[in-house]
Structures are given as structure tokens and as C-alpha cells.
């Protein structure tokens, strides 16, 4: 039986706040330095499932309906803007950082994951591939813990994620 590859988006990586380096490329788990863009695949009979959801600011955690084990893999973009409740941030959050955020190491207003009991910054582009995480995966507004009454705005995400 030969497994197809699912190449599911070319990616441009913001250089700003997220870590990843603009100039690598991946593809089944290869990596290719002279790329510009990022590219994904999935190896696997069967297509990518693909999610799209909005996660709105003031809503706390958002729950996806994406089950996350250490075989799946899975890929998140986000677009839009929101706000903490003092100013408008794109989803890799704003240059301001605040040690009691839900993830103290985010900037403030990032998009932020929950697997389990493990949080991370997710930003406007996250790759996973197999790993200690299992759970629903949850997004969120990296704010203080319970302060989500005055944020406002929200962000679109997709989630592609293995069979």
C-alpha cells in the first residue's frame, strides 16, 4: 500500500515573537534551510481533517473538539486581532509581558494551548508533531487567569490534524 504525502498549506512564518526561523522549510520532517516558506505534510492514506473555529477574546478557554495524541500531528494558523482590554495585539500577542499571564513567557494577547495540563504559545503559526501531549486541545487570549471580561475582538483559526 503506498501512503501519499498531504502537503495542507505553504506558510509564511512572522518573524516577530513567534521563534521560528523564516528561512526553513519542512516537509515530513525534513528540514531545508534555503525555503522561504514553510510547507507541511501529512503522511497518511487519507487527507488532513481540517477545523476551522473563531476564539473570541473575552471567552477564556475555547475548546476545539481536536483530540491530541503522541501519533497525531497538527498545524494552527491564526489571523485577526484582539485586545486584553489595553491594546489590540495580532495572535502572537503584543511586546508587553506579564509574569502572572495564564503563559508568563507569551507576550500578552498571544494565542495560547492547552493540552492536558501542558500550556503553550501557540502565536499565528504552531507545528506539532508527536509528543508527551494528550488531550483535548483548548485555545485562549494569553491574559491574567479570570480577566477576560473587558478583552474584546477575536481571532480565526484553522487546525489541520492527522486521521
Same mark, same amino acid.
Request: one cysteine or more.
Given at each position: 500500500?503506498?501512503?501519499? $504525502?498531504?502537503?495542507?498549506?505553504?506558510?509564511?512564518?512572522?518573524?516577530?515573537?513567534?521563534?521560528? %526561523?523564516?528561512?526553513v522549510?519542512?516537509?515530513?520532517?525534513?528540514?531545508?534551510?534555503?525555503?522561504?516558506?514553510?510547507?507541511?505534510?501529512?503522511? $497518511?492514506?487519507?487527507?488532513?481533517?481540517?477545523? =476551522? !473555529?473563531?476564539?473570541?477574546?473575552?471567552?477564556?478557554?475555547?475548546?476545539?473538539?481536536?483530540?491530541?495524541?503522541?501519533?497525531?500531528k497538527?498545524?494552527?494558523?491564526?489571523d #485577526?486581532?484582539?485586545?486584553? #482590554?489595553?491594546?489590540?495585539?495580532?495572535?502572537?500577542?503584543?511586546? =508587553?509581558?506579564?509574569?502572572?499571564?495564564?503563559?508568563?513567557?507569551?507576550?500578552? *494577547?498571544? &494565542?495560547?494551548a492547552?493540552? #492536558?495540563?501542558?500550556?503553550?504559545?501557540?502565536?499565528?503559526?504552531?507545528?506539532?508533531?508527536? #509528543?508527551? &501531549?494528550? *488531550?483535548? !486541545? !483548548? &485555545? $485562549?487570549? %494569553?491574559? &491574567?487567569?479570570?480577566?477576560?471580561?473587558?478583552?474584546?475582538?477575536?481571532?480565526?483559526?484553522?487546525?489541520?490534524? $492527522?486521521?
Open positions: 500500500m503506498r501512503i501519499k $504525502s498531504w502537503i495542507v498549506a505553504p506558510v509564511l512564518f512572522s518573524a516577530i515573537g513567534c521563534g521560528v %526561523n523564516s528561512s522549510k519542512v516537509t515530513n520532517n525534513a528540514i531545508n534551510s534555503n525555503a522561504n516558506a514553510q510547507t507541511y505534510a501529512f503522511d $497518511s492514506n487519507e487527507p488532513p481533517s481540517i477545523k =476551522t !473555529l473563531v476564539v473570541p477574546a473575552n471567552a477564556g478557554w475555547v475548546k476545539t473538539g481536536v483530540e491530541i495524541d503522541n501519533r497525531r497538527f498545524m494552527i494558523r491564526a #485577526g486581532d484582539w485586545s486584553t #482590554g489595553k491594546e489590540n495585539c495580532p495572535p502572537i500577542g503584543c511586546t =508587553t509581558h506579564d509574569q502572572k499571564n495564564i503563559v508568563p513567557e507569551a507576550g500578552s *494577547g498571544a &494565542l495560547i492547552i493540552v #492536558g495540563t501542558e500550556k503553550f504559545f501557540v502565536g499565528d503559526r504552531y507545528i506539532f508533531e508527536n #509528543g508527551p &501531549l494528550a *488531550g483535548e !486541545l !483548548l &485555545l $485562549s487570549i %494569553n491574559d &491574567l487567569p479570570n480577566a477576560f471580561a473587558d478583552n474584546k475582538g477575536s481571532v480565526e483559526v484553522t487546525i489541520w490534524y $492527522s486521521p
